[in-house]
């Protein structure tokens, strides 16, 4: 070794060319390389590195390997066959007896064109392994030669001079250089015109297939009345493959196994093609022979459900029921998957986009029964601050590049400028596919592994778990799968080919889409079959610059809910409104799911209120829409997070919201009626201290939040909180300068008069304000209703929230005058029989018709 790496550095000082550090030549000499793959492998096979080698060496010698996985696959698909006929003689012997297993037309049937199907591989597989052998017995030969060749170059250097050396040099450059062509040579075998003979009986398969459903319909017949019959079919031995090992097969899931070859050929021509250089003296072969295979592929019915099922076991069929991209979380953190969801399990692996020519192909990651399996929704996440900032950044850049990619466009320019900006498009929206969901459905199974998937959409999370709820009641036994066999077929069973990006739509696609502020008013429910607390889950589609998903308040309890809650969203590329009511749980039970549907968006929807009703399984929810066309103004690449709550002027957290009567308000009172009309001295208890001031900060901090912590907390606590809220407010409720006029209608001697001017001065609030007011008043009247229980009598309220709600604008000394002011107000208010009714949600300008969404 030494000798030979100072002959190398002699060269390089001669400057005679063998290539850098002469790598090579010394992996040539030295190495002997093996690129074994396992019996049914597709994936990409990783090659040493291959320093100057030319591509057409690189693709040439990654061509063996691709040739030697196809060895060892019909080996092992040789073997299946075989099994496959083992019992068709014992068959045939019975079939002549008083008690035949099958008869002779039920062999024939069950066996049609398999005996031709094995002859047909059978011819190829020797003739390919006959080839390979033979490369394989030249390359060590050249190998052996080279090895030789250069070490009585090196022995004879020993005793030369300078000119001598460079003699015996020059003798190795040349020799180096012979047996590389003569490794060429040993690469450039022929092959193409085996697999144009293999194609051309792909008639063969057109016989089998034909018949295939009338042979599995016999099996499974038999299965259930012959026991001889059925402990043959579920038990099956295949063995003798590259290691040896047995493979257990159900009778029918053998008889699938030519379906999945007859695909898989095509697969492993462009595979092979891929990998074959263009002036290959195959390559034009191989090119027919794909077309051969492919034209015969493209006549048969790709989504027949025997191409897509296979009984495991007895009564059950596995087949691909639904699937598409998720985000997996594991230890390194999130990473993008398919998901595929069959009729007795879950597989979740990772999609490799083919390159350079390759198909794409999938690498197993986990799978789970379905049998015994508990998923669960956990809830909304809230992503961390420096995550949020990020994704804000990523929705910033992606709006400018959305942004130049349309004005480029209009010009006519189709530049590799535009190009690029497109995959960095594409690029942004695939990170942000991957980090934005925070919508977790955790699975559970029986052997203790959870997994936890993420996901953006509510909807599609329903449409995930309503799926696997119901395959999961229909399953009572799993099979295990044979997971390399299964991975590889999800490429031609997959009915979703890569992830939903907007940036990979068509451009016509954008004239069918919205662009602007898209509004939504959600007025009520009808269908509920027992009272309910409801919240509406509002989501839209297209790039994700905004926000794209929103939720109404919690219904109070009932069984026709009500929200007249508008929501608006700035939209670009929407084509389609997501709706999912949700049943809010009591404790700390997971809310349900009680109805979901979706409805297209027309960019011919009108710039007036629209109203609609949308049916949603048992519920029919009534909504109202516009669309009002616009540029869209840059989205914020700042975090900004959610303002407070307590101590803000109620006027700027009831725009915020979109509102007239703030959510803190709504939901204190609503639980309040929900769990504490019977409880006594219910606004006169306080609550713990600590946690007013936790569900304060929540509040504070995350209203969504908030809104499930009222429904836990102590009924005390949520009115203790509501109180404080009031108490709080920069300006009281009643505005201060309207106190003086509050106080001379209080004198005055007539009762009609002092209602009227009373009722006069309340209207003259703000609309925020007095709705609120309105509301608090009903809510603080349905309390006195149940006094004989709860001990808060009319009077008992308007003491404990006069103070809060009334206010000077100047304090006094002497404040008890002021304090019977502001009691005998709220007191006033109690009791007014002609209270008008509170509105929560600014009026709408709905059109009269009413349209039904199918």
Known sequence: MELFEEALMYLQNENVAVGPAGSDLLEEVFTDDSFDQSPLETGPFTLPDVGTKSTSEYLLEKRLVVLRGILNSEQLYLNELETLLMPMKALKATAGTSQPVLSCQDIQTVFFQVPELLALHRDFYQSLKARLEGATELGEGLRNEQRQGVCRSLSAEQGLGNEQRQGVCRSLSTEQGLVVEQCKDHYKLSVGDLFQKLVSQLATYRGFIDNYESAVEIVRSCTQTDERFRILAESMKSGKGSDNSQSEYTFEALLYKPLDRVTKTTLVLHDLLSHTPPDHHDNPLLQEALRISSSFLAGLNETSQCKRAVTLSKGMRRQLMHDGFVVCVCENGRSLRHLFLYTDLLLCAKLKTGTLGRHSQYRYCWYTPLFGLKVRWAGEQEHPPELQQRISCMKAKMYHLRQTLTQQTKKGCHSRFVDRIHRKLQECELWLLTHSPNLPLQLHSTSGKSHTLLMSSLYKLEEWREAMDRLIGENTETVPPDLLTLTNSCVKLRMTQQPHLESLQPPESAELSLCGTLSVVVHAATGLQQPACVCVHVEVDGFEFYSNKAQTHSSFNSLEPQWNQEISFQVDGAKSLRIVCVIQSENSEEDRVVGHGSLKLDPAITKKWKKLNLPMGQLDLTLSIKYLPHPLDPPSSTFTQQLPVFCVPIEVVSQLEGVLVPRVVRSCAEEVERRGLEEEGMYRTSGSAKEIQLLKHTFDTNLREAVKCVKTAEVNVVSGTLKLYFRDLPEPLVPADLYHSLKNALDLPDLTSKQNALLNILRSCPDVNRNTLL?????????????????????????????????????????????????????????????????????????????TIM
């Open 775 to 851: 509301y608090l008043f009903h809510h603080l009247r349905k309390v006195a209703g149940r006094v004989e229980v709860n001990k808060m009598s009319v009077m008992n309220l308007a003491t404990v929230f006069g103070p809060s709600l009334l206010r000077p604008p100047v304090a006094r000394v002497d404040i008890s005058e002021e304090v019977v002011v502001q009691v005998q107000v709220v007191y006033f208010y109690l009791k007014c029989e002609n209270l008008p009714t509170p509105l929560t949600c600014l009026p709408f300008d709905t059109e009269d018709e009413q349209e």
